[in-house]
T-cell receptor, first 113, second 112 residues
């Protein structure tokens, strides 16, 4: 089955700096790659997603890039703010999975003022 | 409702007891998913429903776990004869594909 690896497991940046989280996936047929942000005591919240026919997508300070050949995708957060501190999860959807996602183990991001 | 609602938010149960976890999805969402999140771990897929049917039950950890969905809406995840390793946060999500999931806040289950 699909295996999603996520790095780093923890990331600390200063406010205003950029943060990058990387994920790799094993099933080359996977076609949907969402990113979720989870704050303490809450469920994960979708922040951005990308489909396999697109190489990059941007939404204000957040961007995701996809390299299908290398089977990896990355989340980029620019001009980080303390409220960006949370756990971020990447996921990949294999075909014929009914939209069941395979998640990475998460990255705990800390943005220090 | 406005979001996915899960109840209870917290549940402490004794080893060997049965528990029922409830999920109210967003109205009109056709698909519903259950995931388990253990401390410091990612999200482990358990089961999903399309309408009231569950095409994929492959993620259920053992035959002590079962789930149902009625009326294309509310879903219940039941764990029989709970064990300490069942302690985790159980998350429910709903969607109408190809839109992304909306998760509930989860049920934190502690088996003592």
């Amino acid at each position: 089955g699909e295996n999603v690896e996520q790095h780093p497991s923890t990331l600390s940046v200063q406010e205003g700096d950029s943060a990058v989280i990387k994920c790799t996936y094993s099933d080359s047929a996977s076609n949907y790659f969402p990113w979720y942000k989870q704050e303490l005591g809450k469920g994960p919240q979708l922040i951005i997603d990308i489909r396999s026919n697109v190489g990059e997508k941007k939404d204000q300070r957040i961007a995701v890039t996809l390299n299908k050949t290398a089977k990896h995708f990355s989340l980029h957060i620019t001009e980080t703010q303390p409220e960006d501190s949370a756990v971020y999860f990447c996921a990949a959807k294999p075909p014929n999975s009914g939209y069941a996602l395979n998640f990475g183990k998460g990255t705990s991001l800390l943005v220090t003022p | 409702g406005a979001g996915v609602s899960q109840s209870p938010s917290n549940k402490v149960t004794e080893k060997g007891k049965d528990v029922e976890l409830r999920c109210d999805p967003i109205s009109g969402h056709t698909a519903l998913y259950w995931y388990r999140q253990s401390l410091g771990q990612g999200l482990e897929f358990l089961i999903y429903f399309q309408g009231n049917s569950a095409p994929d039950k492959s993620g259920l950890p053992s035959d002590r776990f079962s789930a149902e969905r009625t009326g294309g809406s509310v879903s219940t995840l039941t764990i029989q004869r709970t064990q300490q390793e069942d302690s985790a946060v159980y998350l429910c999500a709903s969607t109408t594909p190809p839109s992304g999931y909306t998760f509930g806040s989860g049920t934190r289950l502690t088996v003592v």
